[in-house]
């Protein structure tokens, strides 16, 4: 670039000496310097779902805002999955800096044990804005312990997405653990589900994401735990009778960086990332809600699937027998995971005491205002 300069910086010169018996006008126009080359940096995505779902919406509002904070100066190319492996190939990949970022979930915890947190049943509040809202919350999505787990495996986590609820899928009902007993349901390659699900009674069985369809088709598997976008975008419902709601977990999934390439951002570049994700939080909710419920009656229009969903008794049953797989999480992750469950569960404790508060107060509201309307009748009747 510089000799390209050089041979520039020349020919102006020699223009200039060569322009006695030209116009004055004529010399700012031949010496007139060639606009700036800008270098437009690419930044690549690894997704563990296709084209489509809440993690490619996720990944394409991300690259719209940092083109956008950037003034153009970085590009973001999304790479579904299938395009880079397997789910271990994208972490594996952006583990070493051959991509800068990618979405893990249940697999991540062969990685990251401590992110197995998020496989947990029965801990998050029954409201899923709320719970985006704790995620993402600074005090456990910026918590030292966590940030440590995955900058301890060359990873540093960005954001935490919630894709909605895991729904069960089978070619039963199932209503109680009695409906699991033998049932071989496909679980993430994750201890801590292969332990929850057995606490249930079923044999949890690891499969690779891009085998389950034939799986179920073949009677490999009796059942799948997926959020309702992915039973339909991989036709998992055309090969199972039923799909059971029991909002035992969500389906969340970490965003996160190579650790080494976020550090070494520039203060500009880092913000732009750090701002891009804050905006995303309620905008991916709305987007894991609508994709979810859009999928949800494309299922049911073009099947004969049946919906179950529990009741607050069914689902306690379940819930009962979830809780001694917290002390196996604590005692596969140690102290620092523990204390993250702990920080967790202390502010899901708290969301559900201030709903609670807002709600007796919105009811003594209603009350007080139904009271004085029936007062102001008898006034009027009085008189």
């Known amino acids: 670039m510089k000799l390209r300069n050089g041979f520039i910086g020349m020919a102006a010169l020699a223009l200039a000496a060569c322009g006695g018996d030209e116009p004055e006008t004529a010399a700012p126009e ?29 990944g ?46 249940g697999f991540l915890g062969g990685t990251v044990p401590e992110s197995q947190l998020f496989s947990l049943n029965f801990v998050l509040t029954d409201d899923e804005q709320t719970n985006t809202e704790i995620l993402n919350d600074p005090a456990f999505r910026q918590h030292p312990d966590l940030v440590e787990a995955f900058n301890e495996r060359d990873l540093h986590p960005l954001a935490i997405v919630p894709e ?15 409906d699991f007993d033998g049932m071989a349901i496909r679980t993430m390659d994750n201890r801590l589900l292969r332990e929850t699900y057995s606490a249930y009674g079923a044999d949890p069985t690891t499969m690779e994401y891009g085998e389950l369809f034939s799986g179920m088709q073949l009677g490999q598997l009796d059942g799948n735990i997926q959020p309702v976008f992915a039973h339909q975008e991989m036709d998992f419902y055309q090969v199972q009778d039923y799909l059971i709601f029991a909002n035992q977990a969500q389906f969340i999934a970490t965003f996160m960086a190579n650790q080494d390439w976020y550090e070494g951002l520039s203060q500009e570049y880092k913000e732009a990332v750090d701002e891009s994700v804050v905006e995303l939080i309620p905008y991916i909710h709305d987007v894991q ?19 179950v969903y529990l009741t607050p008794e069914e689902r306690a049953a379940f819930r009962e027998l979830s809780l001694p797989v917290r002390d196996t999480f604590a005692e596969m992750v ?13 502010l899901v404790d708290e969301a559900e005491t201030q709903g609670a508060t807002e709600e007796e107060g919105a009811e003594m ?13 008898t006034e009027a009747a009085v008189e």
Do not use: C, H
Request: proline share 2%.
């Open 289 to 307: 809600e609508r994709l979810n419920e859009e999928r949800l009656d494309i299922i049911t229009e073009n099947s004969d699937i049946e919906l």
């Open 60 to 105: 394409a509002k991300f690259a719209e805002l940092i083109n956008e904070k950037t003034d153009g100066e970085v590009e973001v190319k999304l790479f579904p999955y299938g395009q880079l492996g397997g789910l271990t190939d994208i972490y594996d990949q952006v583990q070493a800096g051959a991509i800068e970022l990618a979405f893990g979930s």
């Open 365 to 377: 509201a209603e009350a007080t205002e139904a009271e004085d309307a029936t007062m102001e009748e």
């Open 334 to 346: 140690g102290e620092r995971g523990a204390r993250l469950m702990t920080v967790l569960i202390d």
């Open 30 to 58: 031949t010496a007139a310097a060639e606009p700036a080359e800008t270098t437009v940096q690419t930044w690549r995505i690894g997704l563990e779902e296709i084209e489509g779902s809440v993690q490619y919406e996720y």
């Open 164 to 178: 909605g609820w895991q729904v069960w899928s089978a070619n039963k009902a199932i209503r109680t653990p009695e």
